[in-house]
């Protein structure tokens, strides 16, 4: 089912200044499709869970609309809505055993015993759960707990499942894991699903679509690849993973394709979707970590940027550098593979320089 939320806005007292107010979201509009995974993603207090308790029916908004199938929902209490909720504490039932968790949805809209029986078969085989139909939740892992959690919330077909921070509870391991069994079993059901949380790399997994907000504004809505690699912000391009932002000024224009930056005298063609750019306009070439070339400093090499290794850091498959650059910010670097190709060292000399169509530009604020 669709979901769609009209100009969303939720204002609240401050508690302890009764004469002030605090907006906790403001003029959300968002359309989220059939069978769509759609990730709220941004720092506390930014209003992800405010949207979220809205959409569930737990918050009121003080202006804005919830749609949901065609229909408005705002007058609807949590349990007319067609939603449930998937809680980063569980909220499973400690004295019920975990088929009788998952069963108990189904036990209050009256079905029979034999069609809940199967029902939940069903769905613990989907789960892989099948074996601990008799275990009480304390004899359960945490990702165990979780995944009961989950099945209890599927079995009874919600039109929208919604997660708040589900995973926050598990261990880091754990946590990587389940990111790719929810991913699974929402694209196994197709349900219409709201997944919040503040950790990027989660987002990045699990999601269609990923919305970023902060102060409780939407800044971008975009797959994880956009989200990523084409940030409409600075505060995007800085949330989502780390990144170098190079300053440059516009030279020329490239036939419409894109523009020519110089970065301290040599000129980049750098490809752009950006048409309000002119020239002599101050801008910041977002780069990621990965994408940058770092070799050994050579008389006359003809990269970029010559700097100097300030730290280094091994993290197995990869290896993190910041560098400091002359007359710059520090740039942030990662090679791959360092048994295959090596390492710099604290102190070397090295070049650095980048493709252009690795750069994203962004208008200097």
Wanted: some cysteine; proline content about 5%.
């Amino acid at each position: 089912m669709s979901l769609k939320l009209v100009n969303i806005s939720k204002v609240f007292k401050d508690p302890d200044q009764p004469n002030k107010q605090i907006v906790a979201v403001e003029g959300v509009n968002l359309e989220i499709n059939e069978g769509e995974m759609v990730s709220f993603l941004g720092p506390s207090g930014c209003g992800k869970t405010t949207t979220l308790r809205i959409v569930s029916g737990f918050e009121t908004p003080t202006t804005g609309e919830v749609w949901l199938s065609g229909k408005m929902i705002n007058d609807l209490p949590p349990n007319k809505r067609d939603t449930a909720m998937v809680f980063q504490s569980y909220a499973i039932f400690p004295h019920l055993s975990v088929g009788q968790n998952i069963a108990f949805g189904l036990e209050l809209k009256g079905y029979d015993k034999k069609t809940i029986r199967k029902e939940v078969d069903s769905i613990m085989e989907i789960m892989n759960l099948r074996e601990y139909y008799n275990r009480r939740p304390d004899q359960l892992s945490g990702g165990q707990q979780q995944r009961v959690a989950l099945a209890r919330s599927i079995i009874n077909r919600p039109s929208v499942l919604l997660f708040d921070e589900p995973l926050s509870n598990l261990d880091a391991k754990l946590r990587e894991q389940m990111r790719f069994e929810i991913r699974r079993i929402q694209q196994k059901f197709k349900i219409t699903s709201i997944y919040v949380t503040h950790d990027q790399a989660e987002a990045m997994i699990v999601s269609d679509r990923i919305v970023v907000m902060n102060e409780g504004h939407i800044m971008q809505v975009g797959t994880p690849f956009e989200i990523y690699s084409k940030p409409v912000n600075q505060f995007v391009a800085d949330f989502v993973g780390r990144v170098n932002s190079i300053e440059g000024l516009i030279v020329g224009l490239n036939n419409g394709d894109g523009y020519e930056v110089t970065f301290g005298g040599k000129v980049k063609k750098i490809p752009s979707e950006i048409n309000t750019l002119g020239m002599n306009d101050s801008v910041k070439a977002i780069v990621r970590p990965e994408s940058l070339r770092i070799k050994n400093f050579q008389e006359g090499d003809e990269s970029l940027f010559h700097g100097r290794i300030e730290k280094m850091v091994y993290l197995g498959p990869t290896v993190e550098y910041d560098i400091e650059i002359p007359g710059r910010d520090p740039i942030y670097a990662v090679t791959h593979n360092p048994i295959e190709e090596g390492f710099f060292n604290v102190g070397d000399e090295v070049s650095i320089d980048f493709s252009p169509k690795a750069a994203h530009l962004l208008k200097k604020e």
